[in-house]
């Protein structure tokens, strides 16, 4: 893959499968219980880049040929970053009215309905890592180690504790060690635990790993600078939310912190120490090059 163009064709065709296979498993019956369901559902099938779980896919696509074999497992992740949307959105925490697009979970089928399909997303999203499916295709014991990597990137010391700081940060001046922890914990954590899981399924050398993590940190990190970039500057019905969301909460972000154009001129350079990292994979790693360059000029 030398392209955007090529790249873009690779994340529409991986977007279809992991929406395919999220379809094909997501529960059926729900019986008294099935409002909660169908509001999982909703959030979960309103659309999303997907972002996740592709990085899921290709982690195990740079050493093993067939990614189907964990598109499951890849689902699993993105239930638990809709789980974590859905939250984020209630009035409690963000208090958000619209979200890929749509109004917000909350905001159709109400807090408390909002507050249990979130929870039920992330209970679903181990159900998947530990389904039969998965197991008859996959070593238990890479199974587990990519469990207990997603979970760890997800828990106290990463998502809930990330999103923490960031709400007791609100309105408060804050200084860039702070920033760095909210973003490392709150967003970082998921996405270089997304690409680590699919290498970990693929058995990927130790050394490798190791590349890809210090890779998957920068990534991270570049998702959530472009992210408080186009809070202020993105267009509404490409975000599919509202603009100027952090401003009005008065967040701590990048651009709070450095303005504009040193925001810009940070995510290049993170977009670059990216790069820099995966050189000891060499050509095998060149679609994570290219993916880097489209999620430093992404709009939505
Ligand atoms: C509620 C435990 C808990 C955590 C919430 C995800 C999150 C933590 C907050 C969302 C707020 C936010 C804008 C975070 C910045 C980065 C981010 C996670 C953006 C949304 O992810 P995308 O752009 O969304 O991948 P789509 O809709 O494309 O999946």
Redesign the pocket.
Known sequence: MVNFEELKNYLEEKRSKIEKTIEDYFPKKGSYGKRVLEAAQYSLMA?????RPILCLIGYELYKDNSEEVLLFACGIECI?TY??I??DLPA??DDDYR?GKPACHKVYGEATAILAGDGLQALAFEWFTHPDLIKRIDPFLLIKAIHCIATAVGFNG??G??MADLLAEGKRGSYKKLKWIHTH??VALIRASLLSGALLANAPSSHLRVLSKFGYHLGLL??IV?DFLDLVGDEKTLGKPVKSDLKKKKLTYPSLFGLNKTKELAQITANTAIETLKPLEEKAKILEILTLYLLNRVN
């Open positions: 659309g999303g880049k997907r972002i970053h974590s949307l939250h984020d925490m963000d890929r998502m809930v990330g999103q709150k967003t998702f959530q992210d």
